[in-house]
């Protein structure tokens, strides 16, 4: 049986609140992407897509949405398994030869750079992350989803299969009017110290991660 997908239009009642700027090549050490640059038009918050092959509407895509985390994702931390999810889900786009990640500039779960270095040494002295950003005045989570799901949309995908253990970026997704056909749990391996990180993560947050 084929899929049947609710027909979508940019000219639909629902206003666009995000636009594409720019784009070029970006060959990695994964593979050859697009790298395509989005500007909030509600906000001063910008977004970058990595695009890989040609992106068909009708065709179940995988894609991930990945918050910012510098310290995972540019410094490796071990603190958290970000940086290793985002590696996982570009080698997952690259075997597959199709795929998108919208990359959210969100730091720290939405509190920024500085203080999320706060947060850490919060749990340095035995907070869980939750605890660590509570403590800080701040929500567990501030992040939101919903222009990157638009994102998703504007990249022409109806059909996803998403790479995320994170419950709210599932249904941001599906609210947006993208259909979630499976998803897709990324392996990456584990570290001791950030098995308490996913514990809390699982236990506190409801993500779907497995826990040994």
């Known amino acids: ?5 609710i027909p979508f239009s940019n000219t ?19 593979g050859e992407f697009r790298i395509i640059g989005f500007r909030s038009l509600t906000s001063a918050e910008e977004f970058v897509a990595l695009v890989r092959g040609e992106l068909r509407p009708n065709r179940p895509t995988l894609v991930r949405i990945h918050s910012q985390c ?18 996982a889900a570009m080698k997952l786009i ?7 990640i ?11 750079i500085i203080n999320k270095i706060r947060a850490y040494a919060l749990q340095d002295e035995g907070a869980d992350t939750i605890e660590a950003n509570e ?6 989570d501030m992040r939101s989803y919903e222009q990157c799901a638009e994102i998703l949309l504007e990249l022409g995908l109806r059909a996803v299969r998403v790479m995320s253990d994170n419950p709210a970026k599932i249904r941001a997704i599906r609210h ?7 998803r897709v749990p990324l392996a990456v391996e584990t570290h ?10 699982k236990e506190k947050m409801g993500h779907l991660v497995s826990v040994a």
Do not use: W
Not at 176 to 182: F, P, R, Y
Not at 194 to 200: D, H, I, R, V, W
């Open 192 to 201: 001791e110290f950030f098995a308490g990180y996913l514990k809390t993560k």
């Open 135 to 140: 403590r800080l005045g701040f929500a567990a």
């Open 102 to 112: 919208v990359y959210q500039q969100q730091e720290g779960r939405g509190i920024g």
């Open 94 to 100: 690259e075997q597959e030869g199709h795929g998108a």
């Open 70 to 87: 510098m310290t995972g994702d540019v410094f490796g931390s071990l603190k958290c398994d970000c940086g290793r999810q985002l590696e």
């Open 1 to 5: 049986m084929g899929l049947r997908l």
């Open 12 to 30: 639909n009642t629902a206003q666009k609140t995000v636009v594409r700027v720019a784009e070029a090549r970006l060959p990695t050490e994964t």
């Open 176 to 182: 947006a009017g993208l259909h979630v056909i499976e």
